[in-house]
């Protein structure tokens, strides 16, 4: 996003707008400067795609937002094995509207949750998506009203941010999966403070075997020891507790670290036309997860 060595004055005013403001405009801007490509999402047709898994998962509303006098639904597909589940893995997908890939990627995720389904039998996993509709539908990080969702985890200020904490409150996960984008050149995972060491190196494994190229670098420009993994440390630790104090601002991640819940954010890189190559790491990561969670089940 901005180099920290060296930043000029733009690259710290584009920082500020990403990291802290709440609300950046007043309606669901686009961003024209860091070369997200879309990914042709279009927002009836991922409706339909949802609704047409009724029949094997179970499919409902859970929110509906409204832009410009239209409705936009954030849906929530389950396992039909919540019942009988030794664990729950919440997946968040398209907070950040923009970020198609971690929206489009959901019909393949379910359809390997299902291929899969006797290897997964004691996970129930519930996809919330997509998180934030109206950027999604609009190629906007943001939603209807200007609001970053993912700055929202302290006040509940949006109806977006107010639906997961209902997902979080409802479903009650042991593990949580956010699907994310940014301008980087390949994907890397974000862990937060629950998240164990030798679980993620697992993972970063099943990213790598299945053909993700995994970032030296995340989108700070920090190098990522090992590839692909920014880990919890003290020093963010502390700063989320800074920003949430200060600026009353929270991501997903912090706010399930609150819980005492695991988060994984993962961010593919917005840059490239490859659709695959943008989709491919959120399906495999959610599959590495659930499958770690039935091993320790």
């Given at each position: 996003m901005?180099s920290?060595?060296?930043?000029?004055?733009?690259?710290l005013k584009?920082?500020?707008?990403y990291h802290?403001?709440?609300?950046?405009h007043?309606?669901?801007?686009?961003?024209?400067?860091?070369?997200?490509?879309s990914?042709?999402?279009?927002?009836?047709?991922?409706?339909?795609e949802?609704?047409?898994?009724?029949?094997?998962?179970?499919?409902?509303?859970?929110?509906?937002v409204?832009y410009?006098?239209?409705?936009?639904t954030?849906?929530?597909?389950?396992?039909?094995n919540?019942?009988?589940?030794?664990?729950?893995?919440l997946?968040?997908?398209g907070?950040?509207?923009?970020e198609?890939?971690?929206?489009?990627?959901?019909?393949?995720?379910?359809?390997?949750?299902?291929?899969?389904?006797?290897?997964?039998?004691?996970?129930?996993?519930?996809?919330l998506?997509?998180?934030?509709?109206?950027g999604?539908?609009?190629l906007?990080?943001?939603n209807?009203?200007?609001?970053?969702v993912?700055?929202?985890f302290?006040?509940?200020?949006t109806?977006?941010?107010?639906?997961?904490?209902?997902?979080?409150?409802?479903?009650?996960?042991?593990?949580?999966?956010?699907?994310?984008?940014g301008p980087?050149?390949?994907?890397?995972?974000?862990?937060?403070?629950?998240?164990?060491?030798?679980?993620a190196?697992r993972?970063?494994?099943?990213?790598?075997?299945?053909?993700t190229?995994?970032?030296d670098?995340?989108y700070?420009?920090?190098?990522?020891r090992?590839?692909g993994?920014s880990?919890?440390s003290p020093?963010?630790?502390?700063?989320?507790?800074?920003w949430?104090?200060?600026l009353?601002?929270m991501?997903?991640?912090?706010?399930?670290?609150?819980r005492?819940l695991?988060?994984?954010t993962?961010?593919?890189g917005?840059?490239?036309?490859d659709?695959e190559a943008?989709?491919?790491?959120?399906?495999e990561?959610?599959l590495?997860?659930?499958?770690?969670?039935?091993?320790?089940?």
């Amino acid at each position: 996003m901005i180099s920290l060595a060296m930043p000029t004055l733009h690259e710290l005013k584009k920082f500020a707008q990403y990291h802290l403001v709440r609300r950046v405009h007043d309606h669901p801007a686009r961003e024209d400067e860091l070369g997200v490509v879309s990914l042709d999402y279009d927002a009836v047709r991922f409706a339909a795609e949802v609704r047409a898994l009724a029949d094997r998962f179970e499919v409902r509303e859970a929110a509906h937002v409204a832009y410009a006098g239209r409705p936009h639904t954030i849906f929530s597909i389950g396992t039909r094995n919540l019942a009988r589940a030794k664990a729950r893995l919440l997946v968040l997908s398209g907070v950040h509207g923009n970020e198609h890939a971690g929206i489009v990627c959901v019909p393949e995720i379910a359809a390997r949750l299902e291929a899969e389904a006797a290897a997964l039998a004691d996970v129930a996993v519930q996809i919330l998506t997509p998180v934030n509709p109206v950027g999604a539908a609009e190629l906007s990080r943001l939603n209807g009203e200007g609001y970053d969702v993912n700055r929202d985890f302290v006040l509940f200020l949006t109806p977006e941010a107010r639906a997961v904490r209902e997902a979080f409150d409802a479903f009650r996960p042991n593990f949580v999966v956010s699907l994310h984008e940014g301008p980087q050149d390949a994907a890397f995972m974000f862990a937060n403070e629950h998240v164990e060491r030798a679980l993620a190196d697992r993972l970063l494994a099943a990213l790598e075997r299945s053909g993700t190229t995994l970032a030296d670098k995340d989108y700070f420009g920090t190098t990522l020891r090992p590839r692909g993994l920014s880990p919890s440390s003290p020093a963010s630790r502390a700063l989320m507790r800074v920003w949430a104090a200060t600026l009353k601002m929270m991501p997903t991640s912090e706010y399930a670290a609150r819980r005492g819940l695991p988060e994984l954010t993962l961010e593919s890189g917005w840059r490239s036309p490859d659709r695959e190559a943008r989709v491919r790491p959120h399906v495999e990561l959610v599959l590495a997860v659930a499958h770690a969670l039935a091993r320790q089940a």
